[in-house]
């Protein structure tokens, strides 16, 4: 057995037998491996970019084409990619499980597209646009036939429907999930930095009401420090084998 089995195995002798409910955040990593940049770290999307100048309500007021064009270059990266095997076993682990949540900052749409049912998007979907004077959405496929595009509606700008720096999230989103991760018994989280600081929050929180914490990323985070139990692994080759431990542990 080599290294990442037998960490696995001894990292998961204090999960209990039964677990009733289960929640899972996931950040960039979990979509590393599907070939999308992450945003944090060696390769990460905002050494070369500027968040403020593309990602900011003030970025998108100041040049709304600019903000698109860098939108539809991610667009096009996340046409081409599919999910991975760690995204296709949080599908298997939702069948396995009456009360399952996921809850994503990733825009990308990988989760729904693997198959998983249950999710919350928190920072929004990349392949939705918003009126910002009407509110209308729809989806639209990249190319664009104009960029920026127009709300069919009122004309208005169109912009992309995620969650930007300096905007504040949905509370209706915040607290299906506060609820939801009261009464889990343990927490995944996958692939995400914690430099953004409401998921790591939530996670907190699940931790204070007593959810084992399972963190899985190849380097610390800001959700290191509480996890119970850490996995320095990539996502698509750790969560695979994990879940292979897990269901054997519970389904006896
Ligand atoms: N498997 C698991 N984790 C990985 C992998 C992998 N293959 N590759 C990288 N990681 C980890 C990195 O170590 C890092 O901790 O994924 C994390 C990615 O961090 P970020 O790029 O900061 O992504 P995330 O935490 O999702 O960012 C949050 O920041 O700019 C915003 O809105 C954007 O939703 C995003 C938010
Ligand atoms: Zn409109």
Redesign the pocket.
Known sequence: MNNLYKDIENQIVNIPDKIESIGII?????S??SGIP????KD???KNYK?EEL?TPYAFEKNPKLVWEWYEMRRQIIKKAEPNP?HYTLVKMEEFFENFLLVT???DGLHEKAGSKNIIEL?GNIWRARCILCNYKEFLETPLPEIPPHCPKCNSLMRPD??W?GETYDTNLLNIVQDFFQKIGLLFV???????SV?VYLAKEAHLNGAIVIE????F?MYSHFADIILR????EALPILWQFLKEKWQN
């Open positions: 996931t950040g960039a990593g979990i590393q491996e992450t945003f944090r770290g990460g999307l905002w968040p990602a760690a900052q990733n825009v920072h995620v969650l720096f996958i692939g995400s930095s914690g430099q953004v998921p899985i990323n190849p380097d985070s692994y990539k996502a698509a």
